[in-house]
């Protein structure tokens, strides 16, 4: 870069990126293995409770339904060209992009690329946003903003789409209506977008940040954190927080030319940076977690053999730990928390009630459009694939969507309450009690057919066994609302209290097994069991009320 030899910063930025990744990759097969660990617990604890759901359990759900397409002008990024983009807002909220709807729809075999707005903000108007961030710049250099060069003006009805390193991305509307229909429903996929890209696997979600946690604690990263828009894309921004912290810092100091060549070779180290950890990270972050996923099955069969140490060492220290706070918990629990719950139950009972008798309805019409259509298929999913969304399905989320009122209302007692996350819970168990039904019925039908079992007959049993799981369900939902209500509330002034007494009973874990037995995780499964069970009593008479 003509005007400063930054050679050895890059050389320290590659250093640090080396050894981030190293370190990442000892933490996340220690998380990894810790998850494998905690769901053969769960799993143990399962199996002796013995089956809750009578319905076949449906693994392999469908792809979300795709939510909104059209056509917007995307700018190239180095070209500076607009083009037209067939875009596709996928079910999990996720954005492909393709070159026309051509394409999409022969089933190009990959878009062009995917938004993913987990990590980034939206930007409505384009135009007023570049002024903006140029008036702050101006500021913050003591410079006069005649001096600055003059923004880019954009066409209207264009957004922007921002993420702090990898720059922005300008999309143009058609007209009004179009812009704020886009910028609606990009707002959502910011807030609804998953933040890993492998969120299906239960053992990774625990892994992947706790990993990341423990790997910027390792490299002096301290403070709060926040990631998103995929696995890659938190590694790499986390590295480059490092990066900036560190080496950019001396770079700034080392500058000292005009503002115009400093902001040049400032771009460029930023650019060039990032380029050396984006390559770094995607072949690192495969190779972990393809290895751990070869692996799993083999790791999986030898840590439910060696469970019964650690479930001894853990029953041990959860004595201890019962004794010092179980006590003061109930008692905090009966005065501050129950009081507040009994009058709650009165309002979101009947909507979850009423939303698990509509999802009856959408079973019965899913049952009535697939009966002239129906395909057997080996693996007995076509029923989930073809006939698993309907308008009686969508109605049925609509009454949880209708605890949001409710459940914000609930601040005024609880802090951190958070209605989104607790009705989206809610919203999974409708999606999993119909899936799961849809799947049992097919696989009656196609057993009982030596037998000459009908259609309708294989209906009618599933629906028998559906409703069942309804009332399991509805008792679950109810338990888990209000424990999402109060959740954050006690942990804050019960269990970090609380964290302080036991902190010296690490102390008596023995050294093998140190990884695997973490006091607090226990401190937290023992208090939080005591304000489920408390839920649960909170909502017992209304179980006789359950009629579908």
């Known amino acids: 870069i003509m005007g400063a030899d930054i050679s050895a910063e890059i050389s320290e930025s590659k250093e640090i990126t080396t050894k981030f990744l190293a370190v990442f990759g000892v933490e996340y097969s220690k998380m990894y293995l810790i998850a494998l660990m905690k769901e053969c617990k769960k799993q143990i604890a399962k199996e002796a409770k013995g089956p809750q759901w009578v319905l076949m359990k449906c693994d392999k759900s469908p792809p979300p339904q795709v939510i909104k397409t059209g056509v917007l002008k ?6 500076k060209k607009w083009n037209p983009r067939f875009m596709v807002v996928r079910g999990d909220h996720l954005i492909d992009y393709y070159e026309t709807e051509e394409k999409y729809k022969t089933g190009q075999p990959k878009p062009l690329g995917t938004i993913n707005m987990s990590n980034k903000n939206l930007h409505r108007d384009a135009n007023d946003t570049v002024l903006n961030r140029l008036i702050a710049l101006a500021e913050k250099c003591k410079l006069n903003l005649d001096d600055m060069p003059k923004p880019e003006k954009y066409p209207d009805f264009t957004m922007e789409i921002w ?44 892994a992947f940040p706790n990993a990341l946690w423990r790997t910027r604690w390792q490299c002096d990263m301290w403070g709060w954190w926040w990631g998103g828009g995929g696995e890659e894309a938190m590694l790499v921004d986390a590295i480059n927080d490092k990066i900036a912290d560190v080496v950019l810092y001396k770079l700034d100091c080392k500058l000292t030319m005009p503002w115009s060549a400093r902001s040049r070779i400032r771009n460029k180290f930023i650019s060039t940076v990032d380029g050396v950890v984006t390559s770094a990270v995607g072949p690192a972050w495969k190779g972990a977690y393809d290895a751990l996923k070869k ?152 057993d009982g057919k030596a037998t000459g079992k009908t259609w309708d007959e ?86 006789s009320r359950i009629e579908l």
Request: glycine share 2%; aromatic share 12%; charged share 30%.
């Open 163 to 206: 993420h702090e390193r990898k720059g922005p991305i300008y999309l143009q509307c058609t007209d009004e209506d179009d812009w704020k229909a886009w910028c609606d429903i990009i707002e959502k996929c910011r807030w609804q977008a998953p933040r890993y890209n492998e969120y299906q696997d239960k053992a990774h979600v625990f």
């Open 74 to 79: 995307k700018l190239s990024k180095y070209l």
């Open 295 to 446: 692996v799993a099955p083999e790791v999986e069969v030898k840590v439910k053999e060696g469970m019964q140490p650690i479930v001894d060492a853990q029953k041990t220290i959860q004595d201890e730990i019962c004794k010092q706070v179980e006590a003061g918990s109930k008692d905090f629990i009966a005065e501050k928390v129950t009081p507040h719950l009994a009058p709650l139950i009165d309002i979101i009972f009947s909507p979850v009630l009423d939303a698990f008798r509509i999802l009856l309805k959408a079973y019965d019409v899913a049952i009535e459009k697939g009966k002239e259509k129906y395909e057997a298929k080996e693996d007995r999913l076509y029923m989930v694939w073809h006939y698993n969304y309907n308008s009686e399905y969508w109605d049925a989320e609509r009454k949880m969507w209708d605890l949001y009122d409710p459940l914000w209302a609930m601040r005024l007692v609880f802090e951190d309450v958070y209605p989104w996350n607790i009705t989206a819970r809610a919203r999974r168990r409708l999606r999993k009690t119909l899936d799961n039904a849809l799947y049992t019925f097919e696989n009656i039908l196609e």
């Open 458 to 543: 294989a209906a009618r049993e599933a629906r028998e066994l559906m409703v069942q799981d309804c009332r399991s369900a509805i008792v679950r939902v109810l338990g888990r609302i209000l424990f999402g209500v109060v959740e954050n509330f006690f942990e804050k002034l019960v269990i970090r209290p609380a964290r302080k007494l036991i902190a010296p009973l690490a102390e008596k874990v023995p050294q093998p097994i140190k990884d695997f037995v973490d006091p607090e995780d226990l401190l937290e499964e023992l208090l939080y069991n005591i304000l489920r069970n408390v839920c649960t009593t909170v909502f017992e008479p209304y179980a």
